[in-house]
């Protein structure tokens, strides 16, 4: 008999495993001690506000640091910066209080989110879709996550698309991120791990390098 020929496998997004993530380099203050959503607490500096604009009490965020970025008033960690989610379900509301009405409920546990802004223990959250609101930072972790955009993209053994390919993965999947090079990430999903070029997934800055 021959060889026996590589199976691939196509990798559900209904059917990914949310198990434990491995906390990465880009840990940050967004993993914290508490879960669930019986820990959306209003902040001390929250106010009361009725008013239905998605843009009240959006902060003055755009602190410059001295090596140009732009860092948030809160955590002086980078905006737009990546995070995932923490748990199963998540209210977004529409403005950074308990006060303010919920507009979405995210129920995708790990998906990546990108913080926009901060505003005492609130933090503005957009999806891959650009839409979102602001949770409570005890809802979100620095555990990395990416969603990958292309269909039956492959999974590569090597960060080369001329290696062979591991499993290929439907669009919508959620990964863990291992690691990431200038061009490639290194991902674990469904059991399976490989490389995906950057510029099939969202979740990562195009200049991120990630250990």
């Not at 995708?108 to 930072?137: F, K, S």
């Amino acid at each position: 008999m021959g060889p026996r020929p590589l199976r691939t496998f196509v990798l559900l997004a209904f059917v990914w495993a949310a198990g434990p993530i491995a906390a990465t380099a880009q840990e940050t203050e967004e993993t914290p001690a508490t879960d669930g959503s019986a820990a959306e607490q209003p902040a001390a500096a929250d106010h009361d506000s009725s008013a239905g604009s998605p843009d009240i009490l959006v902060p003055q965020n755009a602190i410059q640091a001295d090596d140009g970025t732009i860092r948030g008033p809160v955590t002086n960690l980078p905006l737009p910066r990546f995070v995932s989610l923490k748990v199963h379900e998540a209210n977004v509301r529409r403005g950074p209080s308990l006060s303010h009405r919920i507009d979405w409920i995210f129920v995708r546990r790990d998906m990546p989110l990108q913080i926009v802004a901060e505003y005492g223990n609130w933090r503005r959250v957009i999806d891959r879709e650009g839409l979102g609101g602001w949770v409570h930072y005890s809802l979100l972790s620095g555990n990395r996550t990416v969603i990958v955009d292309l269909d039956q993209q492959p999974l590569f053994s090597r960060p080369d698309t001329a290696s062979p390919e591991v499993a290929r993965l439907e669009a919508g999947v959620v990964a863990r991120i291992d690691k990431c090079d200038q061009d490639w990430c290194r991902l674990s999903v469904g059991g399976y791990r490989g490389w995906v070029e950057k510029t099939s997934l969202w979740g990562v800055g195009p200049d991120e390098i990630l250990e």
